[in-house]
């Protein structure tokens, strides 16, 4: 008796491990990174970098080759539509509130992986690396 009750706590508990190894958790799907990090990833091919800024942010500085989605704009939702949610994104705002906001919203939607660089531009440009002024 007492080794059927081992056998089926042990069937029990490969059945439920093997299970959860197909559901990705947020963490997996959303990663805060470094600007070192960050540095390396844009080295990636397809990698997508989006600044969630306002336009007159961005206007004063941003990171070489992002584009400009703002979160607070109307037309969020159907913007970040437009990106390829199979390719990897990397976000970042000021300081990283609006873009960890926006990372869950992107996970929401069906992206697949989600980098938010920790800090935002403030963090970047504070430990050295180079933004572009318009």
């Not at 056998?7 to 559901?23: H, I, N, P, Q, Y």
């Not at 390396?40 to 961005?58: C, K």
Request: net charge negative; charged share 30%; glycine share 6%.
């Amino acid at each position: 008796m007492k080794n059927l009750f081992f056998l089926c706590c042990l069937v029990t508990a490969l059945f439920t491990a093997s299970c959860k190894k197909d559901v990705k958790s947020s963490e997996e799907i959303i990663t805060v990174i470094s600007p070192e990090e960050m540095q390396e990833l844009l080295l990636i091919d397809g990698v997508q970098l989006v600044d969630v800024r306002t336009p007159e942010e961005y206007n004063d500085g941003y990171i070489a080759n992002s584009q400009n989605i703002d979160f607070k704009s109307p037309t969020f939702d159907e913007d970040i539509e437009k990106l390829d949610k199979n390719k990897p994104v990397i976000l970042y705002c000021r300081s990283g509130g609006r873009s960890a906001k926006c990372a869950q919203k992107m996970k929401d939607a069906g992206f697949v992986k989600i980098y938010d660089l920790d800090g935002g531009i403030s963090k970047w440009e504070h430990e050295g690396f180079e933004i572009s002024l318009e």
